[in-house]
């Protein structure tokens, strides 16, 4: 946002005036069918009647380079500038070596955007984030606690008690979503806390324990590397900044491998 006043910041009484003219513009991009827009270049600023602010206003677009330089006719080019800007791939700039670890996060997020307009990107990203949480919620709510109370109930397969709090349940999976994996505090009957790993496939509903690795031992006062994220990095690059793990080879040949028509490391318990 920005505002626009007559006085400097140094100046006497510049914070007690307030601009009495608000403009701002809508950018509008019509994709796959459906308007993005969103409302930007927010500005207060005074005016003397409405109609100078509006010409006072409009006179931006030669900032945002709408007309040709020294003319009056409209640039073709305007309309893939400041304002519509695109997602670029950053593993085609030359300095990606340089900077690719520190770049690493942004271009894992917008990996699948590359070429879209960034005001398309941010709501798609909105939109996927949001059917994220729908699924992590219903597979909490629906398929695994279901499946934890049941066998702290029934006191199976050494669980007798969940020290992780539902809301915190940590599920790792594909884009697909066809495995996901639940980390968990488990205590059992002799009051041992472990991190134990749990993989559900919600298209059948069952549930197994991930055998290839140990259960994590947890201590009181251990404040040491998240142990799942030391797990999980044993076999592929991964932390929890990554809304999914999308490493094929990791899913096939260390979770979902199977050897005479049954899952290797996988122990079914529903």
């Not at 946002?1 to 019509?30: F, N």
């Not at 796959?32 to 409009?58: M, P, Q, R």
């Not at 990554?242 to 996988?266: A, H, M, Q």
Request: aromatic fraction near 14%; proline fraction near 4%.
């Amino acid at each position: 946002m920005k505002v626009i006043t007559s006085k400097d910041i140094h100046d006497p009484g510049y914070l007690d005036q307030k601009p009495q003219t608000y403009a701002y513009i809508v950018r509008g991009i019509l994709y796959n069918g459906k308007w993005y827009h969103e409302k930007s270049e927010v500005t207060y600023f005074d005016a003397a009647s409405l109609n100078e602010g509006k010409i006072d206003y409009l006179n931006n677009l030669q900032a945002w380079g709408f007309f040709k330089d020294g003319a009056a006719e409209p640039d073709q080019g305007f309309w893939d500038g400041k304002l519509f800007e695109k997602i670029t791939d950053k593993r085609k700039d030359p300095n990606w070596e340089k900077y690719k670890d520190m770049w690493a996060s942004d271009e894992r997020e917008n990996h699948d955007y590359i070429g879209l307009y960034t005001l398309v990107a941010d709501e798609l990203k909105k939109e996927k984030e949001a059917e994220d949480r729908a699924f992590r919620n219903q597979i909490t709510t629906s398929y695994l606690l279901p499946f934890y109370n049941k066998q702290v109930k029934l006191k199976l397969n050494h669980i007798i008690k969940l020290t992780s709090n539902p809301k915190d349940f940590n599920l790792i999976y594909p884009k697909d979503k066809r495995v996901v994996i639940n980390p968990i505090s488990i205590t059992d009957e002799k009051g041992t806390i472990t991190i134990r790993y749990f993989v559900l496939l919600p298209e059948t509903n069952e549930v197994f324990e991930w055998q290839l690795v140990k259960p994590n031992i947890l201590h009181k006062n251990d404040y040491t590397d998240n142990p799942i994220s030391n797990t999980i990095n044993a076999f592929t690059k991964w932390d929890f900044s990554c809304p999914t793990l999308d490493d094929d080879i990791f899913w096939s040949k260390r979770v979902l491998l199977k050897e005479d028509g049954n899952y290797k490391y996988l122990k079914k318990l529903q």
